[in-house]
């Protein structure tokens, strides 16, 4: 069964805050994670990608967790315009090729 | 600029009506993928394309078909047998179907029944 879930949020939260969500995944064979962006009303857009144990860019570090098969996005210093949803994408490798299959998404709101 | 391009990024269906939705890429990609996405929900494959003149069904395909008859062009027909067909479309596409590397999407259209 083909499976990702993240936290249902929304995630308030002031500007200059710490902020981390969780995202669970059931397939244990799966090896690639990206985090997307997504505004209201647009594309997503490819905001991390993560292979092995965690990456970092700027105020974003995403950490994976292989044992309790879980990944997080950790925001620091939150702005005003990192309000979107957040889309966990996860790699479930099949016979037949590869398979991304996407949380629903957490929403965050950064308040001035 | 290399990229991934919908149209028209708004389409009104009438009852009985098939209209399709149209992406285009010019990224050299193989593979190519059709989601839909409701309001306050994740994304669900509809389609995908790992090659030229090929496609496979995806999770919700009943009431949509597709065609591949270019490396660039994955063309989505929603037909009247889609009985609830309002939602953002997004087309995606990547390298190759047995890649790892991150999906890239068009900006999406947006279609919904008058």
């Known amino acids: 069964r083909k499976e990702v879930e993240q936290d249902p949020g929304p995630f308030n939260v002031p500007e200059g805050a710490t902020v981390a969500f969780n995202c669970t995944y059931s397939n244990s064979a799966s090896q690639s994670f990206f985090w997307y962006r997504q505004d209201c009303r647009k594309e997503p857009k490819l905001l991390m990608s993560v292979y092995s144990s965690g990456n970092e860019d700027g105020r974003f570090t995403a950490q994976l967790n292989r044992a309790s098969q879980y990944i997080s996005l950790l925001i620091r210093d939150s702005k005003l315009s990192d309000s979107a949803t957040y889309l966990c994408v996860v790699n479930f490798p099949l016979n037949y090729g590869q398979n991304f299959v996407f949380g629903p998404g957490t929403r965050l709101s950064v308040l001035p | 600029d290399g990229g991934i391009t919908q149209s028209p990024k708004y389409l009104f269906r009438k009852e009985g009506q098939n209209v399709t939705l149209s992406c285009e890429q010019n990224l050299n990609h193989d593979a190519m993928y059709w989601y839909r996405q409701d309001p306050g929900q994740g994304l669900r494959l509809i389609y995908y394309?790992?090659?030229?003149?090929?496609?496979q069904k995806g999770d919700i395909a009943e009431g949509y078909s597709v065609s591949r008859e270019k490396k660039e062009s994955f063309p989505l027909t929603v037909t009247s047998a889609q009985k609830n067909p309002t939602a953002f479309y997004l087309c995606?596409?990547?390298?190759?179907?047995?890649?790892?590397?991150?999906?890239?999407f068009g900006d999406g259209t947006r279609l919904s029944i008058l």
């Open positions: 995606a596409s990547k390298r190759s179907h047995y890649s790892n590397q991150p999906q890239h």
């Open positions: 394309s790992q090659i030229v003149n090929d496609f």
